[in-house]
């Protein structure tokens, strides 16, 4: 092999290495002045949720699922994570758990926003 070869194979594999860092970062992106998750669903706040705690579990999860951590996701910048009642992770922005909703069919749906006058779509 060339020096030359083996050069692009060092850069290949060191991008390789840092891709798995890159997909643990941010759970989700700005689009349209509105949070949406990486498959471009809308993102939602709830009023009731207070001190870094989610009060939307069991049937209110099954509308509202919330944006779930997994292990070894880390936080940077206003992401952060919060724990359920029921011990798994949850992705919230400066604070406030994040969900979707489960009327939402495809990226881009706001049906939820203003729901009850509790639920509103999360702006950054």
Same mark, same amino acid.
């Given at each position: 092999?060339?020096?030359?070869?083996?050069?692009?194979?060092?850069?290949?594999?060191?991008?390789?290495?840092?891709?798995?860092?890159?997909?643990?970062?941010?759970?989700?992106?700005?689009? #349209?002045?509105?949070?949406?998750?990486?498959? @471009?669903?809308? %993102? =939602? +706040? $709830?009023? /009731? *949720?207070?001190? &870094?705690?989610? !009060?939307?579990?069991?049937?209110?999860?099954?509308?509202?699922?919330?944006?779930?951590?997994?292990?070894?996701?880390?936080?940077?910048?206003?992401?952060?994570?919060?724990?359920?009642?029921? #011990?798994?992770?949850?992705?919230?922005?400066? @604070?406030?758990? %994040? =969900? +979707? $909703?489960? /009327? *939402?069919?495809? &990226?881009?749906? !706001?049906?939820?926003?203003?729901?009850?006058?509790?639920?509103?779509?999360?702006?950054?």
């Amino acid at each position: 092999m060339t020096r030359h070869t083996l050069n692009w194979m060092a850069l290949f594999a060191t991008v390789a290495l840092a891709l798995p860092g890159v997909a643990v970062a941010a759970p989700g992106m700005e689009q #349209g002045g509105v949070l949406v998750d990486h498959a @471009g669903m809308t %993102l =939602y +706040t $709830f009023d /009731k *949720d207070a001190g &870094g705690n989610s !009060m939307c579990n069991d049937d209110c999860a099954k509308n509202w699922p919330p944006l779930m951590a997994k292990a070894g996701d880390a936080a940077e910048g206003k992401w952060s994570q919060i724990k359920r009642n029921d #011990g798994s992770m949850q992705w919230a922005y400066n @604070g406030k758990p %994040l =969900y +979707t $909703f489960i /009327k *939402d069919k495809k &990226g881009g749906d !706001m049906t939820g926003d203003g729901m009850k006058d509790l639920w509103h779509v999360a702006k950054p």
